[in-house]
T-cell receptor, first 115, second 114 residues
Framework: AQSVSQHNHHVILSEAASLELGCNYS??????LFWYVQYPGQHLQLLLK??????LVKGIKGFEAEFIKSKFSFNLRKPSVQWSDTAEYFC?????????????FGTGTRLKVLA | ETGVTQSPTHLIKTRGQQVTLRCSSQ?????VSWYQQALGQGPQFIFQ???????GRGNFPPRFSGLQFPNYSSELNVNALELDDSALYLC?????????????FGPGTRLTVT
C-alpha cells in the first residue's frame, strides 16, 4: 500500500535557522508530490508541488523541495525561517491509481519558530 | 474568486445519529474530494466525486456516503455516528484542466461525537 512518512513530528527552531523537513513515500510508479502548510486556525494551503521536470522545485514564501527518485524522498527546505512560519507541514503523494487522484498524506510536522 | 467553502464550521452530535456536511467547490472546479483529519494525524482520503459519480473510495465503511450536485457542490453523509468519527472533515476541489492532481482545500468542518 502507498504510504508517506514524515520523520520529524515536532521541530523547534530559532528565527534565521535553516529548515529541512523529511518526507519519504512508498510507491513504485509515477507520483505527484506536494507540500501543504496549515497555519494555526487556517486551512491547508499549497506550498509547492512536483509533477515532472526539474527535481528542485520552488514554492511560495521561500520554500523549496527536492525530489530524489532513488531515495523516494521529497524533503522541504528553507534557508532562513521566520516566526510566521510556525505551522504544521504536510507532505502528500498523489499516485492517480485507477483514475482516482487521491492524496496520501503524511502525519505532519509541527514547526515552532522562536522569535 | 471564492475558494472552497464548507458548512457548518462546527458540529456536535451524539453517537448513533446521522450528520450531513456540505461543500461548495471553487468556481469552475468539477471534482470534489473528501478527507477525514483526526487529531494529530494527516488527512485521510474518504472518497472523490466527478461528474456526480463516486470516482474512488478510501478505507471507510459504507455508512460514509456522499453526493455531488450538478453545480459541483457536494455533501458528505455519515450514518450511525461513532465516537471515532470525531475529526476535522475537509473538502477539496480540483480544476478540470489538471484532472484532480491539484486539490484546493476548504477550512473544514469540525465534528465532535459524544
Amino acid at each position: 500500500a502507498q504510504s508517506v512518512s514524515q520523520h520529524n513530528h515536532h521541530v523547534i527552531l530559532s528565527e534565521a535557522a535553516s529548515l529541512e523537513l523529511g518526507c519519504n513515500y512508498s510507491y513504485g510508479g509515477t507520483v505527484n508530490l506536494f507540500w501543504y502548510v496549515q497555519y494555526p486556525g487556517q486551512h491547508l494551503q499549497l506550498l509547492l508541488k512536483y509533477f515532472s521536470g526539474d527535481p528542485l522545485v520552488k514554492g511560495i514564501k521561500g520554500f523549496e523541495a527536492e525530489f530524489i527518485k532513488s531515495k523516494f524522498s521529497f524533503n522541504l527546505r528553507k534557508p532562513s525561517v521566520q516566526w510566521s512560519d510556525t505551522a504544521e507541514y504536510f507532505c502528500a503523494v498523489n499516485a492517480g491509481s485507477s483514475g482516482t487522484y487521491k492524496y496520501i498524506f503524511g502525519t505532519g510536522t509541527r514547526l515552532k519558530v522562536l522569535a | 474568486e471564492t475558494g472552497v467553502t464548507q458548512s457548518p464550521t462546527h458540529l456536535i452530535k451524539t453517537r448513533g445519529q446521522q450528520v450531513t456536511l456540505r461543500c461548495s467547490s471553487q468556481s469552475g472546479h468539477n471534482t470534489v474530494s473528501w478527507y477525514q483529519q483526526a487529531l494529530g494525524q494527516g488527512p485521510q482520503f474518504i472518497f472523490q466525486y466527478y461528474r456526480e459519480e463516486e470516482n474512488g473510495r478510501g478505507n471507510f465503511p459504507p455508512r460514509f456516503s456522499g453526493l455531488q450536485f450538478p453545480n459541483y457542490s457536494s455533501e458528505l453523509n455519515v450514518n450511525a455516528l461513532e465516537l471515532d468519527d470525531s475529526a476535522l472533515y475537509l473538502c477539496a476541489s480540483s480544476p478540470p484542466q489538471t484532472g484532480a492532481y491539484e486539490q484546493y482545500f476548504g477550512p473544514g468542518t469540525r465534528l465532535t461525537v459524544t
